[in-house]
């Protein structure tokens, strides 16, 4: 605990805070990491593990915005993919058009990218989830047909619509065009939250145990 710790080489920004395990109470050490992002403003990364029971959680943190806010980008060109993206574990992701939904879940992860890096990722789930269902023709054709549609879209060549809405406010979308307002307090109770939410104010992580997590391509038709 002492002031030593945290001088030296490290960026004043960074520090470290102490917590329990939210899965075996043992003594967790969370990392944080401060970051300016142009045009926008400060972000922190958080990051801890448990060497105990292997608990790992990372997240990131919009310092300037604390409400619940929703994102709305039509992406209609290549200069629209460079658009910043930034996910945090709470952030619940829409393509309208594809009929694509990435909520919060287990495997939900945070992350600091663009569009592009959105549809590539939304590709690699697309393509393994059409794996799942060569049986069913007509769920195979709509997964083929959604890998054609994201590969255009990567090409600049598909225009649709990239919505995140996150009711911690902790993710966004960067661009000049983009359309942003605040969630409503009911649209913000409807997102799912994630299976692990971190509490700024008591630096504490819980475990959601709502089990509302839906498979990512529930919505073939
Ligand atoms: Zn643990």
Not at 47 to 74: H, V, W, Y
Not at 119 to 145: C, F, I, P
Not at 171 to 195: C, F, N, P, T, Y
Request: net charge negative.
């Amino acid at each position: 605990m002492s002031a030593e710790d945290s001088s030296g080489a490290e960026s004043p920004r960074s520090f470290e805070t102490r917590t329990s395990c939210p899965l075996c109470q043992e003594d967790l050490i969370i990392k944080w990491q401060g970051d300016e992002i142009p045009y926008f403003g400060e972000v922190m990364y958080i990051s801890t593990s448990c060497c105990n029971c292997g608990f790992r959680f990372t997240d990131t943190m919009i310092l300037a915005q604390k409400e619940p806010m929703r994102f709305e980008l039509k992406v209609e060109g290549l200069e629209d993919l460079n658009a910043r993206v930034i996910r945090s574990t709470s952030g619940t992701i829409r393509i309208p058009e594809l009929g694509i939904d990435v909520e919060p879940g287990s495997v939900s992860d945070s992350y600091v990218t663009n569009i592009e890096g959105i549809l590539q990722r939304v590709q690699s789930v697309v393509v393994t989830a059409t794996g799942w269902v060569k049986d069913d023709d007509d769920a195979y054709a709509r997964g083929l047909e959604l890998q054609d549609q994201i590969e255009k879209a990567i090409a600049g060549d598909f225009p649709l619509t990239v919505i995140i809405e996150d009711p911690l406010g902790n993710s966004a979308i960067i661009s000049e065009k983009v359309v942003s307002r605040k969630l409503s307090a009911e649209e913000a109770g409807d997102l799912h939250s994630g299976m692990v939410v971190f509490d700024v104010d008591t630096s504490q992580m819980e475990v959601d145990s709502s089990d509302k997590i839906q498979p990512i391509g529930n919505s073939y038709k």
